[in-house]
Each structure stands twice: as structure tokens, then as C-alpha cells.
């Protein structure tokens, strides 16, 4: 089975007593409609999965997600080095940890290539995200990196921009990775929203043997996040084992106030029903633990929960710690830094994009080994043999 339970018996033993009081409340109704699974630990372990072949695709998607030692799989030819330089980093916030994440990881790939970089940060307001932007145009840099916003958003100032010939680069910008034309971005840095969401269902069909009742928890005023729950849910229910409880729509704005009650509320209805949870970010379940304490639920679940975005430094100690989140599919931030700077590079030589995806990765207590962030092996020696650094 998964590797946390691998690692934890304790906790497999408490999951598999979960599953089979479970499968008491399936036994009066339709097979298979309700998450449930076989008699004690010992006898869960051989039960069949509630989607056989499913499930056994999700667990192999799940353990190959898990790979930490993996190699360098990104760009091996580019341009050397240009020289001098110089990127304007404009955040939608430097609150947000993957912003600041990527931009950390902009400023230390540009010291080894050589190039100067100026962060703007645009406070998380509509109108402090123009104002930076409108000061980074200003300042007439060799490329300008988009910073976790919508670059629509900012049409005039782009527009500007590309007046002036300034390339724009992206860091979650857009919901899709690679080049755009309307807005027009030299390339866009992400991962892909389709595999962040398949992995995080499959892991919630790998993690119950293909019995579960599932919470996912999305914020439907932000397209992307919409997308990307609904590609949850559809994942979800390609295992005839599993069972949508509810589709809960909290924005971000209001998760710290909306969530406790959510979360209490769903507990009132589901109780032991409810085996796993599945968020578009991960900080629902910082907001959702409160309740969790209040109703005595223990930290290392059920609910097993999973955060289908960005991976901050906050989620992996609930991870590490077995606080209300058992998994997250993490963002590569320095890697994506690095990558924006190698963008840039291709594009002052008049070379394009490198059409580089990171691959997903699913880290648990199992595999985190106490670091706060996913910091894959390879690539700060694959872009200096590129750079000629």
C-alpha cells in the first residue's frame, strides 16, 4: 500500500479499522457505492480494490510520483550565457510562499549566470499589482517575470511592454505551461493542471485500496481552481469504489473564516463516512484543523487529506508532523527559477522556448525526510553546462 502506511503500522492499523467500520454502512446498500473495505488490518490488506484495475494504475502513478531520486529530465542544449542582464521580478504577492518561492529561485540561478534582478512586489491588490508593473515598464529591463497573476489583468502595461520589447515570462501566469500569444508571454513556468489533479485523486483511490468517501474542497471565483477541481472529481470517479460526499466551494479570500465551519459542519453530516479529503491549495487544511481538534479528530486522519497545489513550507511540517494533511503535490520552486532564467537566456539569443514541463511529485511523511519544500536533484548542474557556467 502507500508508503506512509508503509512506514507507519500504527497508522495503517488505525486506516484499516477506519475502511472496515465502513464497509458495515456499505452492506446496506449498493456494492460499491459506498466507500468501504474487509474485516480487520490483517484482512484489508488482501481485500479486493473497489476498482481493481484502477486502482492499480492510480498506485503506479502514485509510486512513480513519489520518486525522490529521479533524474534530470529537463533542457541539455541552449544558448551560453548573455551577459549583463538584468530581470524585474513582479510578485502578486511575496506572502504567497510560491511566489516568493520562484522568485528566490530567479535570483539565485541569475547570480550564477551573471544578470542583476529587481523584485516588485504588488501587495496581493489589483491596484498594487498595476502599480508595479506600471514601475517595472518603467525601468526598462532586459525581461520582466510575471509573478503568479493573471497578466490579463495588467493588458495595458503588457501591451507596453511589448512595445518596447521587453519579454515577459511567467510563473503560474497562466493555467497552461509553454508560449502565449494573446497575452503575449515568451513562455508560461508550470506545472500542468491536468497532472496535478490526476495524481492527487489517484493517490486518494491508491491510498483507500479503492474505497473511499471524499470531501474536495475547491474555489469556483478562480477559473483555474475550478478546472482543476472538476479534473479531481472526474478522476475520482473513475473508481466505481469511491464516493463524492460533498464539493465544497470556499473562496481563498474567505478560507480562514468559512473553513472551521465547513469542516464542522461536514463532520456533523459524514462522520466516519468521510475517509479523504482532496484541496486546490494546500492552506485549507492549516484553517480546517481547529475544527478537526475540536471534534477530537486525531491529526494522522481520517479524514486523510491532500493539497492539490504549490506544496509551501507550512504544509510540509503538517506533513512531517501528521497534523491534518497526510499529502501534497508540491511545486519545484527553485527549480521553476532557474527554469525562468534559462527562458530568458533563449530568448535574448533569439532561441525559443525550451518547452520544458516539471513532472509532478506527491510528497508524504514517508518521503518529505523533514525539508519544508521539493527540491528535485539535477537541474542547477544541467543549466550551468547549458549556460556555460
Known sequence: ?????????????????????????????????EPGSSGDAADSTTAPAGCP?????????????ERTAVPWNGPTTGPGAVTGKTLVYVAQTMTNPGVAGAANGVREAARVIGWNVRVI?????????????????????????????????????????EEARIPLVGWHALATPGPSRRPRLFTNVTTRVEDVAAISARWIISD?????????????????????SELIRKELESCAGVQLLAYENIPISDASSRTPREISSLLSRFQDRWTHSVAINDLYFADAAPAFRAASRKGSGPPFNIGAGDGDPSA?????????????????????????????????SGRPASGYVAPVHLATAANSDSTTTWDPPGYRDGYRRIWGR
Open 208 to 228: 483507500s485500496h479503492g474505497h473511499a468517501g471524499v470531501v474536495v474542497i475547491t474555489d469556483a471565483s478562480i477559473p483555474f481552481a475550478r478546472d482543476k
Open 53 to 65: 484495475a484502477v486502482h492499480a494504475r492510480a498506485r503506479a502513478a502514485v509510486d512513480q510520483a
Open 316 to 348: 510540509f511540517q503538517r506533513i512531517e508532523s501528521r497534523q491534518y494533511q497526510a499529502a501534497t503535490v508540491p511545486e519545484p520552486l527553485s527549480l521553476q527559477g532557474w527554469q525562468i532564467v534559462d527562458e530568458f537566456n533563449r530568448a535574448f
Open 121 to 161: 512586489d504588488g501587495g496581493g491588490t489589483p491596484a498594487g499589482i498595476q502599480a508595479a508593473m506600471s514601475e517595472a515598464v518603467a525601468l526598462k529591463p532586459s525581461g520582466i517575470v510575471i509573478g503568479g497573476f493573471d497578466p490579463n489583468a495588467t493588458s495595458q502595461h503588457v501591451a507596453r511592454a
Open 1 to 33: 500500500m502507500h508508503g506512509n502506511r508503509r512506514a507507519t503500522p500504527g497508522l495503517a492499523k488505525a486506516r484499516y479499522t477506519a475502511a472496515a467500520l465502513l464497509l458495515l454502512a456499505a452492506a446496506a446498500t449498493v456494492a460499491g457505492c
